[in-house]
């Protein structure tokens, strides 16, 4: 075909250097739009690799406060921190403990690194001895008696220097329960970013060696969504809106990037999506091999979690994104 029966537009045009697909791009990758997860357990000193999750360490409080140091120094705005406890029973003693795992490193972290922004998981399995996320009744977790447990750990952290709780239990009616007792403790201020639409999922597998909280019994499958149905979790989405979720999240993201996008459309709230740790996982398994190029796929699946519609990514490889992004 001759150059004359081209369209006048050319869209390889725009593509011809870095610097021109740079300058129209439509989706663009922030480190002000990640959080790190991090794992936090009793002792000192400690510094725990976790098998299936290269990079990956349990750490002490100690550790875990020299980590966020590294984190804000390369840019990284904000961690989410999940504690295993000492001991476990089957009530979860250790999650509404004042001075347990969580608050403990809430107060080490918010002393040395006071500009970062403190989230915490609010669940129980970390600290049950059976692994599910709730009181159990009959073999089963019994929704209403857990709300009492949630809401007393969301305390717990706020009261400690949390900015942001962040319920992962999927118990009905637990944001607003939590709401509740926030704002009667004077703690109106403390948002919360709930697991709004969490599927029970494959892709958890290497978080419970890392969060040691696998169950015991069972599964999950009777509190954690259906994989197969998108507008079930758009029901879940609205209900926690309206007991008053601050940011809804989706869970696991790769899988989820259609139900980010209807989430987003739906309700314009802010989106948070966890890039989970079956999925960094497989990235880190792959590269091993010199099957994938880890920093070009990570950024290829940032990339597609953010232009589906997530204000806010939670992802392992906060750190290693925020080192070799621009600062704005």
Request: with cysteine; hydrophobic share 45%; glycine share 8%.
């Amino acid at each position: 075909m001759s150059a004359g029966r081209f369209p006048a537009y050319r869209s390889r045009r725009l593509r011809r250097t870095d610097a021109l697909r740079r300058l129209v791009r439509e989706t663009r990758l922030s480190v002000e739009q990640l959080v790190q997860p991090l794992f936090v357990v009793p002792g000192r000193g400690v510094e725990r690799s976790v098998g299936s999750m290269p990079g990956v360490a349990q750490l002490s409080v100690d550790r875990t406060v020299e980590e966020c140091r590294r984190l804000a120094d390369v840019g990284v705005p904000a961690v989410l921190l999940f504690g295993i406890p000492e001991r476990k029973d089957a009530r979860a003693s250790g999650a509404t403990d004042p001075d347990g795992i969580i608050p403990s490193a809430l107060r080490a972290i918010r002393e040395a690194v006071p500009g970062l922004l403190l989230l915490t998981d609010v669940c129980l399995c970390e600290y049950t001895d059976h692994g599910h996320c709730g009181v159990i009744r009959d073999g089963d977790v019994d929704n209403d008696p857990t709300l009492d447990l949630l809401a007393a750990e969301a305390l717990a952290h706020a009261r400690a220097g949390a900015d942001i709780v962040a319920p992962s239990d999927m118990m009905d009616g637990r944001v607003g329960a939590i709401r509740r007792a926030l704002d009667a403790a004077g703690l109106t201020h403390v948002a919360i970013m709930s697991y709004a639409a969490k599927l029970a999922s494959a892709f958890y597998g290497p978080f419970r060696e890392a969060a040691e909280s696998a169950p015991q019994f069972g599964n999950r499958r009777s509190y954690q969504m259906d994989a197969a149905n998108g507008d079930e979790a758009l029901r879940e989405v609205a209900l926690d809106i309206e007991e008053g979720a601050d940011i809804v999240m989706v869970k696991p993201a790769m899988p989820c990037l259609d139900i980010i996008r209807r989430v987003k459309a739906r309700f314009g709230y802010p989106v948070a999506a966890y890039q989970v740790s079956g999925e960094y996982a497989m990235v880190k398994a792959a590269a091993a091999r010199g099957w994938l190029d880890e920093a070009q796929v990570v950024e290829e699946s940032l990339l597609a979690i953010r232009r589906a519609g997530a204000d806010v990514i939670i992802t392992y490889f906060a750190r290693d994104v925020a080192r070799g992004l621009r600062r704005p």
